[in-house]
């Protein structure tokens, strides 16, 4: 049997806190790793372009699977919650309703990808070089989106029900063998920018189809029962399920918008501006990743507690979250200040790329502390599913951020756009921070 209880001292909060969030740090580090070695071996190629394209094509995929990140995230609240309620038939309603939805939205990306990659690459006024071969990407990475997106649910079941270990398997082997897969092609059978695509469709249909195995696994630890179709059909279930999906979508775009922007107005300043934004954004993606870890771990806590009614424990989770996650932003920080500029080393051959963007490592480095309680509260607003506060405070904070661009583009340059995604990632803490008291009253009052 799983436990699924509260912590009740100070030293079990914080054992519990680092014991689910460790996992799911090596787990989500992998991720952006995957984006390092595949910048990493473009680079190693004679012409930045190789770098853009992959930029642009990732940031394509990117986008469209953070818009459907709902997948994941309305996944994870609903189910904790259901098991803080002690409603175990309804978290195998939930994985049911999740998966059928991702298969869907999967079968659409495919039948609907001309419209789609001419419709996003006409966003970027990139070089006709970088286009065509971005377009070759999208091309083959979207035939992994049913699997990819059916992953997503299943990353949701596991952190609802905290089984972090689980997540840290499925996705290190999903990245490990993306990085092998990204390597043998490319280098070994000299495929360029179709290697790196195809390699990253195979991890995905290989960690979808584990994951499924490792789902079964999970709900039989929890005697969670084969659920029935009148379940999985119930109305009000569906609808909060489609509620919580839509504003999740709306919110997940907000949240994109500024990262997208980066892409796409980096690529007006020309291939070398977007081939050093292509690196430094790794670096953000490494700290964001590394900060998830303690909000999936909130996630799970905070939702458990709402279900269960305790605002007390909903209280405990954020306090002992909140001392871990700044502990780590702080060091990632000082890290990035030190040795940013050998890990661009690293990355790239190139030294007009290295020069480029070791300019924009300062901002980089401020990003940490200016984050972590954007991410530590998108954990609670999740799991909690409070998800219209969420989406309205993701908005205002995408407000700033473009009237940062708009203010500081002309004469900062590149400069500026670093500088709004500071304000960005400012705006969401506070907002959310202002927020978070009502979630404790509401779990006190229902």
């Given at each position: ?7 009740s001292?100070s030293g079990?909060?914080h ?10 740090i090596?787990?989500?580090?992998t ?6 070695v595949?910048?990493?071996?473009m680079?190693?190629l ?5 770098i ?5 094509g ?21 189910t ?12 195998g309603?939930?994985?049911?309703r999740?998966m059928?939805l ?18 996003l690459l ?7 070089r ?21 992953y997503?649910?299943?990353?949701g ?5 905290r089984?972090?270990?689980a997540t840290?398997?499925l996705?290190i ?38 994951g ?16 029935d ?21 709306i919110?997940?775009f ?5 990262f ?14 977007l ?10 993606h ?5 900060l998830d870890g ?14 269960a009614?305790?605002p ?8 002992y ?16 200040l ?8 690293l ?5 007009e790329v290295?020069a ?17 309680f ?18 309205n ?8 951020y ?16 670093w ?13 959310l921070?202002?927020l978070?008291?009502?979630i404790?009253?509401l779990a006190?009052?229902?």
């Amino acid at each position: 049997m799983i436990d699924i209880g509260l912590p009740s001292t100070s030293g079990e909060w914080h054992r519990t806190i680092w014991s689910l969030s460790w996992p799911v740090i090596l787990a989500n580090i992998t991720i952006p790793l995957v984006g390092l070695v595949d910048t990493a071996v473009m680079g190693r190629l004679p012409d930045p372009a190789y770098i853009g394209s992959v930029a642009v094509g990732t940031a394509i995929m990117t986008a469209l699977y953070w818009l459907f990140g709902f997948l994941r995230m309305g996944t994870t609240g609903l189910t904790a919650q259901a098991l803080g309620a002690g409603e175990k038939a309804e978290i195998g309603a939930i994985a049911v309703r999740a998966m059928m939805l991702a298969l869907l939205l999967g079968g659409f990306m495919i039948a609907g990808q001309v419209v789609l990659r001419d419709g996003l690459l006409w966003l970027f006024e990139a070089s006709e070089r970088v286009e065509g071969l971005a377009a070759d990407y999208f091309a083959i990475r979207v035939w992994g989106a049913p699997a990819m997106l059916i992953y997503m649910v299943e990353l949701g079941i596991l952190f609802g029900t905290r089984q972090m270990r689980a997540t840290l398997v499925l996705s290190i082997l999903l990245n490990v063998t993306n990085v092998i897969l990204d390597v043998l092609f490319v280098v070994g059978f000299g495929l360029g920018v179709q290697g790196v695509a195809a390699g990253t469709v195979i991890s995905e249909l290989f960690a979808c189809t584990l994951g499924f195995f490792i789902i079964r696994r999970v709900l039989g630890d929890l005697r969670v029962p084969r659920p029935d179709r009148a379940l999985i059909l119930l109305m009000d279930r569906l609808r909060s399920l489609f509620s919580v999906s839509a504003n999740l979508v709306i919110r997940t775009f907000f949240v994109q918008l500024p990262f997208f922007t980066l892409t796409l107005v980096g690529a007006a300043f020309g291939d070398l501006t977007l081939a050093a934004n292509a690196v430094l954004i790794h670096f953000f993606h490494v700290m964001a990743f590394s900060l998830d870890g303690y909000a999936h771990s909130v996630e799970a806590l905070a939702g458990y507690a709402y279900g269960a009614r305790e605002p007390q424990r909903l209280r405990q989770v954020t306090v002992y979250a909140t001392l871990w996650a700044g502990g780590s932003a702080l060091l990632i920080g000082a890290i990035y200040l030190l040795a940013g500029e050998l890990v661009i080393a690293l990355i790239t051959q190139l030294p007009e790329v290295r020069a480029t963007a070791a300019s924009f490592l300062p901002w980089v480095a401020l990003l940490p502390l200016l984050s972590v309680f954007a991410f530590l509260f998108d954990g609670i607003f999740i799991g909690t599913t409070r998800i219209v506060e969420l989406r309205n405070s993701m908005f205002l904070a995408c407000a700033a951020y473009l009237a940062a661009v708009l203010a500081t583009l002309d004469t900062w340059g590149n400069h500026g756009l670093w500088f709004a995604m500071c304000i960005f990632m400012s705006a969401r803490s506070l907002l959310l921070g202002l927020l978070y008291p009502r979630i404790e009253r509401l779990a006190a009052s229902t």
